[in-house]
């Protein structure tokens, strides 16, 4: 099989409604956790109805945390580089 028997590139199109949806609903999630999640979490522990045992409390921390560290590790290692691509 020769060279020219491949099919052409695939070509990106990056302005297709679906893209475009797919990038607001991550920045709105990521708005969301960044600037609403910490607040409100500690509003509800201001309100007696609303607070649980201090061992759930510490266990929706701790999986925030471990959240955020496991993005910071993967935009770090990256091993497909598709952080890069996403927002170059």
């Known amino acids: 099989m020769s060279v020219s028997d491949w099919s052409t590139p695939m070509v990106e199109n990056y302005n297709t409604p679906a893209y475009r949806i797919h990038e607001q609903v991550l920045g709105w999630v990521g708005l969301l956790t960044v600037y609403a999640a910490i607040?409100?979490?500690?509003?509800?522990?201001?309100?007696r109805p609303l607070r649980i045992s201090?061992?759930?409390?510490?266990?929706?921390a701790g999986v925030y945390v471990a959240g955020w560290v496991l993005?910071?590790?993967?935009?770090?290692v990256d091993p497909w580089r598709f952080m890069e691509w996403f927002f170059d």
Do not use: E, N, R, S
Not at 39 to 47: E, G, N, R, S
Not at 54 to 60: N, T, V
């Open 39 to 47: 607040p409100l979490w500690l509003l509800m522990l201001c309100f």
């Open 54 to 60: 201090l061992k759930a409390h510490l266990i929706q």
């Open 71 to 76: 993005i910071y590790l993967y935009v770090a």
